[in-house]
Structure formats: structure tokens, C-alpha cells
């Protein structure tokens, strides 16, 4: 007869806690995986990284020798329209890059993945951070294709305003990978995309992306200053325009950072407990 064996230290031992891998599993081989995921996905690249360009052309191509400076020429160095609508442009493809990544979530929850990998010793933290930087490289990829298309097409600009207004359109677009995650833990699968997709054409013309909001009624303005793309739009085309520094846009990005980081932290909370 076969004797089972006792319970004793070693069981207590097999019962302990589980040993979590140092950055509770975040590595490069899991990052890997999902940016690739990322790429691999047709149609996430097209509303990306190909509609900002395309959005671009239509509506910048023609302004590219006209001036946004009254009295000085874009022959004498002054910017151009082209590149006011091309930093915009290169926001909104950030913009959808990073809300995309979030928005990621609901399917895997719908598809049953999250429980699977609460199973393993990957930490929430991680796997957060991981759709974090996998939305940051499609939105890096966004910018830079606008800005090759400007250059392309004659946008002339210093150096450091290139570097500038890219960096401030690649980097805060982490606002909308907050408001991704908090829709993606909030809403069913099924229905993020019906929602997404008309929030961010509004937030995008409202917040002044596709028509300067000094050009709109004064109500729509008052309407346009409390979108999170107002705040970022501003900060992005800030060392294009040369004038001084917008405040109220850096309290825009920063409040909504706020309100919907603590919306998916609290959401993702629900989930888990849910789960």
C-alpha cells in the first residue's frame, strides 16, 4: 500500500508564497512580444500612423508657403501653416497609438487572457507597463512619419523644434494611454471601439487638433480649453509658435493625467476583485 506523505515543514514550504522574478516578470523578451503584437496589427497601423499622414497631406500640403507669421515670409524663416497642422497631426496619431494600447485590454479580458496571466507570476505593474511602452513605440513611429512627410514635402524648422514639439506629442500622449486603460477595464469589448472612436474624433476637433480653437465660436473655445488635447496640442506647438509658456495648458495635461490614471487604477482594482 502506498503511503502518502506527511504534512510537515516541506509542505508548509511548498504552501509559502510564490517567489515573484525581480520587476515582477517585466523583460525584454515579453516587451518584444508585444510590440510586435502591435506592429502586426493592420489596422491599428493604418489609424495610426498612415491616417495622420494622409490627414496631413490633405490639409497641410497646401499650406506649406504660407506663413503663420503676419509680415514675415516662410522664404525669410518664419514657420509655415504645414507645420502647425503637422505637429497636430503627429498629436493625433500619439494620441491613437497610445489609446489604443489601452483600449487592448478589454480583449483580452473578453478572450480571458488577464485571468490566465494573474495565474503566473507576471505583476499587474508589469503587464501595464508593458502596453504602456508597446503603445509609446507605435506612437514614436506616428510622430516620426508625419515629421518625415513634412520634411518631404518642403516644412522647414530649427532643429530644436523639431526635437521639442516631438518629444512633447510622442511623451504625452501617455494621458490618452491612461484614458485607454480606464475605458478598457470599464467597457465591454465589444463596445470600446464604438465608443473610442467618436470620443476621439470630438476630443481631436474640440481640443483644437484639426482647426485652431481661436478660429471657433468663443463658446466651442470655452468648451475646447477643458479637452485633454488642448493641453497637449498647446504644449506640442509651443516651440513653434514662440510665445510664451502656456500654464493653463500644462494644468490641462496634468489634471486629466490625474483623472484618468486614478480611473483605471480604480477600474483595474474592480476587475481584479471581479476576477
Known sequence: MTTLPAA?????????PRNVPPLGSFNATLLGIEIKRRFRN??????????????FLAFGLQYRDTSIEAGRTVAQGAPSVA?????SMAVYGAMMASTSAGGAVAIERQLGWSRQLRLTPLHPAANISVKIL???????VAVLATFATGLVIGVRLPIHVWIEAGTAAWLG??????????????VPSENVMQFMGPALAF???FGGLFQPLDQMAKPLQDIGVWTPTYGLGEIARAPLSGEAFNWLAVGNVIL?????????????????KRV
Open 83 to 87: 507645420a502647425f497642422i503637422m505637429i
Open 203 to 205: 476630443l481631436a476637433f
Open 134 to 140: 508597446g503603445g509609446l513605440s507605435i506612437g514614436l
Open 256 to 272: 486629466w493625467l490625474a483623472v484618468f490614471g486614478v480611473g483605471a487604477a480604480l477600474a483595474f482594482r474592480r476587475d481584479t
Open 42 to 55: 493592420r489596422r491599428t497601423l493604418f489609424f495610426t500612423v498612415a491616417f495622420p499622414v494622409v490627414m
Open 8 to 16: 510537515g515543514p516541506a509542505a508548509s514550504t511548498l504552501a509559502g
Open 173 to 186: 500622449s501617455l494621458v490618452f494611454t491612461a484614458m485607454g486603460l480606464m475605458v478598457g477595464y470599464l
